[in-house]
Nanobody, 122 residues
Framework: QVQLVESGGGSVQPGGSLRLSCAAS????????VAWYRQAPGEQREWVATISIDDITNYADSVKGRFTISRDNAKNMVYLQMNSLKPDDTAVYYC????????????????WGQGTQVTVSS
């Protein structure tokens, strides 16, 4: 069974930094595009950033220039470096893999982690 687990969330002051990690575990052969989403209380989940299987990245305008998404395919890890954090960045952050191929030949679409809380407050 394939699982995504986020970590690295916490509380930080405005202007601070955090690095989120998304670890994929299981019998994984290949992970295609991975995205980070976030959901603030009372708000809809919103897309933050995506990294493709060949390292092409895209960002929401609200985080462009402050957040950096990266991946380590050898470790089945995806990261979100968040700098210059603002109170508006407060949310639960989720990682999503649009497609995972297992070593057993299965295709798993639309996998989500359980989320990690990020709170930006003075």
């Amino acid at each position: 069974q394939v699982q995504l687990v986020e970590s690295g969330g916490g509380s930080v002051q405005p202007g601070g930094s955090l690095r989120l990690s998304c670890a994929a575990s299981g019998a994984i052969y290949e992970i295609h595009s991975v995205a980070w989403y976030r959901q603030a209380p009372g708000e809809q989940r919103e897309w933050v950033a995506t990294i493709s299987i060949d390292d092409i990245t895209n960002y929401a305008d609200s985080v462009k220039g402050r957040f950096t998404i990266s991946r380590d395919n050898a470790k089945n890890m995806v990261y979100l470096q968040m700098n210059s954090l603002k109170p508006d960045d407060t949310a639960v952050y989720y990682c999503n893999a649009n497609r995972i191929l297992t070593s057993g030949g299965l295709t798993i679409d639309d996998s989500w982690g359980q989320g990690t809380q990020v709170t930006v407050s003075s």
